[in-house]
């Protein structure tokens, strides 16, 4: 049954919600240095026990024996939500570093309730961006979240192939949870929130090749619903613990790939791959490549506007698959090395 938000007996604040370990920091609700300041502040649904889905890769799903502060590699704390709440709106107010909140969505019965509840709170106490990662399943549960005040939807896809899809999300609990249904209602969220207000997330590493990769950021760029991409962390206590992540020279690669593709400067059909499906040439200009790939930007976290997620995928000590901030010399140079096909 998909979860939705008509539980009437859900009419307060919920009382505890989880923080991002980042988030703590920056809104002082623990002590700590930052290796990369955070351009958005990252909450999490609180519920006891665990998510309703079973997604082989997440610290979350039902089955795992994964902490429940956990979300990829990162710990994500449990505080008060009213303190977190005020202290999001005094550090927004005094030091305008954090732009936007991001709140990701567990599933369970209530949850479209509580995002309602506290989407609500947070645009009554401070004016900023409220985006939400969710499994909505429905429509009626977007036209919530619309109604509620948030600015912009993430609906994972997570695979890059209805295979994948099926082999590591295809346990999770609901009929309408599948590959089909997810592009369906990808669909629904662009008609409510309007073109260029929609997202989604590929994890790679999964199993898929370069090309897949490829040919499933063109399907959603030509959906209008902008791609994130997130390199496969293998997280102790998840069914996919013993897998490994992905290749950083692979990942630069399809880094490279979505950014040209995202700003309409190559197509999936004018990349060129090899027998295995690995990109070995863009069929783009080569000293515009070249500059492009000094700039940096292609290797800087995707996702939506002022989302940098530092360390969400590595250790600070690397390798670093999402740079947080503007890139070094050094780390240019690196990148550079890591892509060996142009």
Known sequence: MAETADDPSVKQLPQLIRVSLGTALMLGLLDGKLDAELTTAYLMTYKEGKCTANCGFCPQARESKSSTELLSRISWPTFSTETVLTSLREVVLSQQKIK??????LNYPQVFSH???IVKEIKKQVNISVSVSCQPLVKSNIQVLVEA???RIGIALDASTKNLFEKVKGKCTGSSYNWENQFYILNEAIEV?????VSTHVIVGLGETEKEVAQIIQKCVDMSVLPALFAFTPIRGTALENCSPPPVESYRRVQLAR????????????LKFDN????????FPKQ???TLIESGEPFLTSGCKDCNRPYYNEKPSGPIYNYPKKL???????????INCC
């Open 193 to 197: 929130f309007g073109k260029g207000n």
């Open 259 to 270: 950014y040209l593709i995202v700003r309409g400067s190559a197509r999936f059909d004018t």
């Open 100 to 105: 936007r909140v991001c709140i990701q969505a």
């Open 115 to 117: 995002l309602q509840i």
């Open 276 to 283: 295995e499906g690995k990109i070995v040439g863009f069929n």
């Open 149 to 151: 005040g948030v600015d």
């Open 328 to 338: 070094s010399k050094e780390e240019v140079d690196k990148v550079k090395q890591q």
């Open 288 to 290: 515009e490549l070249k």
